[in-house]
């Protein structure tokens, strides 16, 4: 009788491909990329796309090779079902992972990076290269971002509010964030304010945004920081603006821009009552002009457009009266005004009569005057007290006024 054979011992079958799990059967780590490089090499896209992503970094080649194939919606569900892994495409680095499969598998394999060296030296090159076109194959691409104009909307003795309009432009498909805003004015090198605005809202895809930036130099802050900018004088100054925008698949990105010009820091106006003088005196009402003398003491032109004031003589108040008036103030000048004014003489009693008798009287006036500078418009006070000014009939000659 022949002999029986021998029962033979079924060979285990090999586990299941595919996700992050690793056997002895799986597809070498070299053997994966050359693959796909040669895939690439020949613009076999979507034979690239059909590589086992058994590697996070596979996986990254699979996502560029989606995009590269057309198969956009299928990268981005790539992307999202690897949301654990750190798939980075911005320069093509290969990052650190997270889970510590690769970590242990990485420390094992540390004596041979050196033989290996120029391989994964490869493995980069190629997604370096292929990342590189991402933009052309979806739209993916950097946002633009320009300063479009520097506004003053105020401006007064205590502060300046300065507007920076930024326009931002997105030729991506999708809408982009805006992370941060950060801001920072300096005069000379030397820094004025700065800030950091977060969230700042929304770029729409395909489209472009004016962001506004609000900033607020506080004077009495800049004279006590830096004792030589003098009231009235015209600072230079730079804006810088970083704007921290997050792109799909470039990630967070951030857009450097610059600004210079220059920036009053205004001073009120020196006015002197030089004297009354009267038109039409009566007890009941007396009219007369006040010769004004307003001393612009700042850098620049003033164009007054308005005044109002209030004065008094001898601490009794003669009246108050607004004039709308056009004229230039020139800067660091002295520009002579007449004012119209008229008050009853019988409110100041026997005082009057040592007014019209004395050489000089005592006054005090107060004001503001509505003007134009080459920074916006503003309204600024003017004042003087125990001043001396003297009365004079409207026919007396004025050659003896020294």
């Known amino acids: 009788m022949a002999p029986k054979p021998k029962p033979t011992q079924a060979k285990p079958s090999p586990p299941p491909s595919g996700g992050a799990s690793f056997s002895p059967s799986a597809v070498p780590l070299e053997d994966l990329f050359s693959a796909l490089h040669r895939h690439a090499q020949s613009l076999e896209f979507d034979q690239a796309a059909k590589v086992a992503d058994q590697d996070e970094d596979a996986v990254r080649c699979k996502v560029v090779a989606l995009i590269k194939s057309d198969a956009i919606d299928k990268a981005l569900a790539a992307i999202a079902d690897a949301g654990r892994l750190p798939i980075d495409l911005r320069h093509g680095i290969l990052r650190q992972p997270r889970d510590k ?3 242990d598998r990485e420390n094992k394999e540390e004596d041979k990076e050196e033989e290996k060296g120029g391989f994964m030296e490869k493995v980069k090159d190629f997604i370096q290269d292929i ?62 304010v700065s800030g950091l605005i977060p969230d700042a809202g929304t770029v729409h895809a395909h489209g472009s945004e004016t962001v506004k930036i609000p900033v607020v130099l506080i004077y009495d802050d800049i004279k ?50 030089e004297k009354i003088k009267f038109e039409k005196f009566s007890f009941e009402e007396t009219t007369a002009n006040l010769h004004l003398k307003l001393d612009n003491k700042n850098d620049f032109d003033l164009g007054l457009n308005a005044l109002d004031y209030e004065i008094w003589l001898t601490d009794v108040s003669i009246g108050s009266a607004e004039l709308t008036q056009s004229t230039k103030l020139a ?37 503001n005057i509505d003007v134009d500078t080459p920074f916006g418009n503003t309204k600024l006070p003017m004042s003087k007290e125990g001043g001396t000014t003297r009365l004079k009939k409207g026919d007396d000659d004025d050659d003896d006024e020294d």
């Open 131 to 192: 990342g590189e076109k991402i933009e052309g194959a979806i739209g993916f691409g950097k946002p633009t971002a320009d300063v479009t104009g520097v506004h003053i909307p105020h401006i007064n003795l205590e502060k300046a509010e300065i507007v920076v309009d930024v326009l931002i432009t997105n030729p991506n498909p999708v809408p982009i964030p805006l992370v941060d805003i950060d801001y920072l004015i300096e005069s000379d090198g030397r820094k004025l």
């Open 224 to 273: 006590s920081t830096y004792k030589d900018i003098e009231p009235g004088s015209i600072i230079p100054y730079k804006i810088r603006v970083a704007l921290i925008v997050d792109v799909p698949i470039l990630g967070r990105l951030t857009l450097p821009l610059e600004k210079t010009g220059e920036i009053p820091v205004p001073y009120k106006p020196d006015v002197d009552v």
């Open 101 to 103: 499969r690769r970590v």
């Open 331 to 367: 800067k660091r000048g002295i520009t002579s005004m007449q004012l119209p004014i008229s008050f009853k003489p019988k409110d100041f009693g026997s005082a009057l009569w040592d007014m019209i008798r004395g050489r000089g009287t005592g006054y005090t006036i107060k004001g």
